[in-house]
């Protein structure tokens, strides 16, 4: 079978994905048993894989599900305890003293704290912290969800110390010893490089957060009211991604998320207490009352206003388990400690399943989902709760996990059998390198376009940049090579893609969507990531071209005309909005005016 028809049939479990849940926006609970279905079909009968490898891989896939399904239980029992506790009444009226801004709160939280997140954890953990705390301050469950997968981008390459880089890149080229002997260097240098694509690509993020919010879920459904705020939101960006891309050119890669997001948080709250560059106060943008929001929008979980029984919980009470969890995090993260050894001690391992070669396995006291138990327990009791009100935040919890147990049961193992049909009768490839393949003997020299979004495929497939960069990267590298262009680019457009393509994968949108109760809307959530995700992936490659073209196109390359237009574009949409919001403020009198003149009617 030629690499065309392999290539096609590769995309099919993937076509089904996009057809039935972000076509038809279908619940993730049917649409992903038939691409599980698809593939199963696919390895059995074209790749040839014996049914126990296929099997195995399924049951690896429960495995991996059943890991995910307790971070999402863990990341739900926290923020059940702080409302119950009456922790997270405080912390809304502490952002409320820096801004009653929903755009504001959503840049402080989503970016900067989740990009903390993600540099101390990744693997879908700041979703599981920052979703569910937007949804606590009074944002609707959908808003948060998209808001959270939205900044699954910049900051996730170098996320869980460095481990999509460290480990993802290291492992995919190390297969081939004759690259190099000093692989720590090569993937250190490589790292630099990908700091500098999501420098520029970044900038836009918070952006692209904030007016998506105002467009989707604001009482006037429109970009301008986000884009108003371009200043704070670019200020919010830069804070972020420089003290990062410095990190990752002079540290490595363990650091520049982590970094970069504690320094970007401390900056811009200071900045924000001190009124630089926040919107006015009679321009305070809010989501409607509740009773006027779309159904859609909004979760199973409840958010209960609940003072502490003190009447009075202090900030820094109230915020101790969120220091706790990021404390923890990265205690456990770091190699250059012994709790991370410790932490993997235990490990529960199923060998070589039916005979397959595959092997499950997983550390429990290192999950993420553990974590959040413990910082959970350690808050009943620092908060002063009752058993009762304990009681409740558990069982509010379960039920909530159990809501998203079918879609990952199905989804998780089809992206292993997917992954796993390598070494069948047939004598193909596994099924996304065969998918690579045809579109790189389409590309030729316009691969650095193909790049980004062949890492952005895996991992919208598996999940994980760490997963795609490790299918990938050597693949990346060879193309690279045989075109006679500097290979480590290539690499860092995988990385990159790789990176960006956490906006839109199914099982992490699967696992946000959970946290706050939002089962069954995961095809209407990617459909609105889908932008951010095609602008980041068509950025960065076009950079990417216009680099390693530099030395034989010149600088006004293909992929130079391309960046420079899209720069172009964001700046017209910025500029347009901003004399558009201008007009409407002429228009229509502020909330203050608009009071004035009620009070002059009623006395006259």
Not at 24 to 49: D, E, T
């Amino acid at each position: 079978m030629n690499t065309g028809m392999l290539s096609l049939l590769s995309l099919l479990p993937i076509l089904v994905v996009a057809i039935f849940l972000v076509g038809m926006k279908w619940p993730a609970s049917k649409a992903m048993p038939i691409s599980y279905l698809v593939a199963i079909i696919l390895a059995l009968f074209v790749w040839q894989v014996p049914g126990a490898k296929v099997a195995a891989a399924s049951i690896n896939g429960l495995v991996v599900a059943g890991t995910l399904l307790f971070i999402i239980f863990g990341a739900i029992l926290l923020l059940n305890t702080l409302q119950e506790s009456g922790g997270i009444k405080t912390i809304r009226q502490g952002f409320t003293d820096i801004s009653e801004d929903r755009r504001v709160q959503v840049i402080i939280i989503a970016w900067l704290f989740g990009s903390f997140i993600e540099g101390s954890a990744g693997f879908g953990t700041p979703a599981a912290v920052a979703v569910p705390l937007l949804v606590g301050l009074g944002f609707p469950a959908m808003a948060a969800v998209v808001a959270g997968m939205i900044i699954q981008s910049t900051p996730v390459s170098f996320g869980a110390v460095g481990t999509p880089i460290l480990v993802g890149i290291q492992t995919g080229l190390s297969a081939d010893a004759s690259i190099t002997t000093n692989f720590l260097s090569l993937v250190t240098m490589i790292g630099g490089q990908v700091a500098i694509l999501h420098l520029v690509a970044g900038t836009l993020i918070p952006l692209f957060v904030v007016a998506l919010m105002t467009r989707f879920f604001g009482k006037n459904k429109s970009f301008t009211e986000g884009i108003k705020i371009w200043k704070f939101a670019l200020f919010a960006a830069f804070a972020m991604t420089i003290p990062y891309v410095i990190v990752a050119n002079l540290l490595g890669p363990e650091f520049p998320s982590l970094i970069g997001g504690l320094v970007g948080l401390a900056v811009v709250v200071f900045a924000a207490k001190k009124g630089f560059l926040m919107p006015p106060k009679d321009d305070i943008w809010d989501f409607d009352e509740k009773s006027k929001w779309d159904p859609e929008w909004s979760g199973t979980m409840e958010i209960k206003d609940i003072t502490h029984k003190s009447g009075n919980m202090s900030m820094v009470r109230a915020w101790a388990p969120y220091i706790l969890i990021g404390l923890f995090l990265v205690l456990s993260r770091m190699q250059a400690l012994p709790f991370s050894g410790w932490l993997k001690a235990w490990t529960v391992s199923f060998q070589n399943i039916f005979d397959s070669g595959i092997t499950a396995s997983f550390q429990p006291l290192y999950l993420p989902g553990t974590i959040f138990i413990v910082v959970s327990i350690i808050t009943y009791f620092l908060h002063g709760m009752n058993a009762k009100s304990y009681k409740r935040a558990w069982s509010q919890s379960a039920k909530t996990m159990f809501a998203a147990s079918t879609a990952l049961i199905f989804t998780i193992p089809m992206v292993q059998v997917f992954l796993n049909t390598g070494g069948g009768a047939a004598g193909y490839e596994q099924m996304p390198i065969e998918l690579a393949n045809g579109a790189a003997a389409l590309a030729g020299d316009f691969w650095p376009f193909f790049a980004t979004f062949i890492g952005g495929i895996g991992a919208f497939i598996a999940g994980s940049n760490t997963v795609s960069n490790m299918m990938f990267s050597l693949f990346q590298y060879d193309v690279g090579t045989q075109m006679g262009v500097d290979a480590t680019w290539i690499v860092a457009l995988q990385a990159v893609g790789g990176a960006a393509g956490n906006m839109i994968c199914v099982h992490n949108v699967v696992a946000a969507s959970a946290v706050v109760g939002m089962v069954g809307k995961e095809g209407t959530i990617i459909r609105k990531t889908l932008f951010p995700f095609v602008y980041y992936a068509l950025l960065t490659g076009s950079l990417g071209y216009s680099i390693v073209w530099y030395s034989e196109k010149g600088l006004f390359n293909l992929g130079s005309f391309i960046a420079v237009l899209i720069a172009l574009a964001a700046v017209y949409i910025i500029a347009t909005n901003r004399k558009r919001a201008d007009l409407l403020e002429h228009k229509t009198p502020s909330p203050s005016i608009k009071k004035e003149e009620k009070q002059k009617q009623t006395v006259t």
